[in-house]
T-cell receptor, first 116, second 114 residues
Framework: DTGVSQDPRHKITKRGQNVTFRCDPISEHNRLYWYRQTLGQGPEFLTYFQNEAQLEKSRLLSDRFSAERPKGSFSTLEIQRTEQGDSAMYLC??????????????FGPGTRLLVL | AQSVTQPDIHITVSEGASLELRCNYSYGATPYLFWYVQSPGQGLQLLLKYFSGDTLVQGIKGFEAEFKRSQSSFNLRKPSVHWSDAAEYFCAVGAYSSASKIIFGSGTRLSIRP
């Protein structure tokens, strides 16, 4: 399967701990996105990368959150000093970029985070 | 600001019946419009998309959607639903100049009555 993959699929942590999630996009895709989805809501945009450059960040992305895509391939999303309000599904998506017909985001299965 | 409204939180239809899920968007320019489906434990799957051209868009799994600029709507339809269509459906809008940010609606949960 050459779709978007995310690891881990589930994470349970205690409040105050740091967590890191990984996303591997579709190999030829140069754009990578992170979203957060809470129960009963649609995904909310967090940030996106064009290759290794982080081009946009949502105000939802507090200073406890950091995302990287060091070589323009996989990406990591780290949450420091987790809070119970961080409990959510974290979704990664990728797209080709570069033109209207290519701007479709393909989503991974998500990482479900539970902060106790 | 862009926004998407899905007025129906939960819809139940009988298997074999027709389906229409409503979506209204707010955006000043010509939008990208999408419908995604999310099954339990699965990622979001793109059903169909509208960028320009024909306002009636065909998608996967027998779904179609119609873009109506005058009503700012992009409703999803299917003539005959199957039990496997039970899922959460999300309408979404992206900016014409850049789809870097997609705004999702809050979703409509579809249940199928046997």
């Amino acid at each position: 399967d050459t779709g978007v993959s995310q690891d881990p699929r589930h994470k349970i942590t205690k409040r105050g701990q740091n967590v890191t999630f990984r996303c591997d996009p579709i190999s030829e895709h140069n754009r990578l996105y992170w979203y957060r989805q809470t129960l009963g809501q649609g995904p909310e945009f967090l940030t996106y990368f064009q290759n290794e450059a982080q081009l946009e960040k949502s105000r939802l992305l507090s200073d406890r959150f950091s995302a990287e895509r060091p070589k323009g391939s996989f990406s990591t999303l780290e949450i420091q000093r987790t809070e119970q309000g961080d409990s959510a599904m974290y979704l990664c998506a990728s797209s080709l970029g570069g033109g209207f017909s290519q701007e479709t985001q393909y989503f991974g299965p998500g990482t479900r985070l539970l902060v106790l | 600001a862009q926004s998407v409204t899905q007025p129906d939180i939960h819809i139940t239809v009988s298997e074999g019946a027709s389906l229409e899920l409503r979506c209204n968007y707010s955006y000043g320019a010509t939008p990208y419009l999408f419908w995604y489906v999310q099954s339990p434990g699965q990622g979001l799957q793109l059903l169909l998309k509208y960028f320009s051209g024909d306002t009636l868009v065909q998608g996967i799994k027998g779904f179609e959607a119609e873009f109506k600029r005058s009503q700012s709507s992009f409703n999803l339809r299917k003539p005959s639903v199957h039990w496997s269509d039970a899922a959460e459906y999300f309408c979404a809008v992206g900016a014409y100049s850049s789809a870097s940010k997609i705004i999702f609606g809050s979703g409509t949960r579809l249940s199928i009555r046997p």
